[in-house]
Nanobody, 123 residues
Framework: VQLQASGGGSVQPGGSLRLSCVVSGAELGSHTMAWFRQAPGKEREWVSIIASSDGTTLYHASVKGRFTISKDNAKNTVILQMDRLKPEDTALYFC?????????????????WGQGTQVTVSS
């Protein structure tokens, strides 16, 4: 299974970015998919999760109401739409594929990781 993340960039506070994660070697329905992020000097933290089967979603409190996770099954792609970005959202963002039917917030439950895409929010 390979994950290819893209869509990062530099934006001003209040701006938007759309991250994509293309999955190859597996169907989206066979894995719980998630986005994590890691800022310099901080631990990796979960951002958002989407279930393998029914599309149930979970959001970290810091991004709830601003970020939206979704799946495009036809393109085998997971998307993270990020709106009203804040400077504290600045981090390297990773997509991950994990155990199906488990909405795990711990990175240890995810077997496959993308390479990361940088998001910088600054004025």
């Amino acid at each position: 299974v390979q994950l290819q993340a893209s869509g990062g960039g530099s934006v001003q506070p209040g701006g938007s970015l759309r991250l994509s994660c293309v999955v190859s070697g597996a169907e989206l329905g066979s894995h719980t998919m998630a986005w994590f992020r890691q800022a310099p000097g901080k631990e990796r933290e979960w951002v958002s999760i989407i279930a393998s089967s029914d599309g149930t979603t979970l959001y970290h409190a810091s991004v709830k109401g601003r970020f939206t996770i979704s799946k495009d099954n036809a393109k085998n792609t997971v998307i993270l739409q990020m709106d009203r970005l804040k400077p504290e959202d600045t981090a390297l963002y990773f997509c991950a594929a994990g155990i199906p039917r488990l909405l795990a917030t711990s990175a240890g439950y995810y077997d496959y990781w993308g390479q990361g895409t940088q998001v910088t929010v600054s004025s």
